[in-house]
């Protein structure tokens, strides 16, 4: 069999002397460049959601909602990958003929718990839970909340809600998780990071803009060069608001009744 090398090695070098590294995944990156470390979790919104969490936990998960993955570091990175990011965002802007600024107005300007309303987000299907001809369901509608700003409201809760669930998978695992990281194009909605810690139960860390995937593998190749982990400030916003349990608690109700 072949060496597995160290994450700081060098596998070899090209007749012209460039040094070939371990190499990492883009998930295992982006935790490197944002140097997380055991409990925390990185949350990435993008076009599909992630959740991953830096552990010394090697995950053994029978149904295969959490995958085993190793970080950078030689720990263990179990994740949760959904099929369903941002675009639920983008479709319901769309559908309410809104552009994204006027969507996350109208969905802050809704309390918590979105008058009773709760989006399943299967826009695409999902592979988390594995449900791949799944679809989206808007339920508890009623002639007071089938308003746009409810509806707006619901798509960022039930959106964040899938992720929350991803944590649980993980957590279920054995895995700590003390500090979440937000990352990914979907941060940018004030919207998702007005509702984020509503949702989390908690304080959401909110990395500056930064492209932690391209700088988690030159940290990489840093290290293998010259044999030291290179490590820099990361500046972070600190998101606080109410907790409301009770949202992902009905979220998780929904989706047991609709998903039977």
């Known amino acids: ?21 371990a190499g990492l995944g883009d998930n295992a990156a982006a935790a490197f460049g944002l140097q997380a470390g055991p409990g925390d979790a990185i949350v990435s919104l993008g076009t599909s959601g992630v959740v991953s969490a830096v552990t010394d936990v ?21 994740l949760v990958c959904t099929l369903n990011g941002a675009p639920v965002l983008s479709a319901t802007a769309t559908m309410l003929d809104v552009d994204l600024d006027e969507f996350a107005r109208l969905a802050m300007s809704t309390p918590a718990g979105s008058n009773g309303l709760t989006l399943i987000p299967y826009l695409a299907g999902e592979r988390s839970p594995n449900l791949p001809d799944a679809t989206g369901t808007l339920c508890g509608i009623t002639t007071a909340n089938f308003t746009p700003s409810s509806v707006a ?11 929350v669930w991803c944590r ?3 957590e279920e695992q054995g895995v700590d998780v003390e500090r979440i990281l937000m990352v990914g194009g979907g941060t940018k909605s004030t919207a998702v990071r ?25 940290r990489q ?40």
Do not use: K, M, N
Not at 158 to 163: E, I
């Open 58 to 78: 090697a995950p053994c998960d029978p149904s295969g909602i959490v995958a085993g993955f190793a970080d950078a570091t030689g720990r263990q990175l179990p």
């Open 1 to 21: 069999l072949p060496e597995v090398i160290e994450p700081s090695g060098v596998a070899a070098r090209t007749p012209g002397g460039v040094a070939l590294g």
């Open 168 to 170: 649980e998978q993980i």
């Open 194 to 218: 007005t509702v984020a810690p509503t949702v989390f139960g908690g304080t959401v860390s909110l990395p500056a803009d930064g492209e932690w995937v391209a700088l988690g593998a030159a």
């Open 221 to 260: 190749a840093a290290w293998a060069l010259t044999g030291r982990r290179p490590s820099w400030p990361v500046d972070v916003e600190e998101l606080s608001g109410h907790t409301r349990p009770e949202v992902y608690a009905t979220y998780r109700d929904v989706v047991a009744r609709s998903t039977r």
């Open 153 to 163: 409201r619901a798509a960022v809760e039930g959106l964040l809600c899938s992720l």
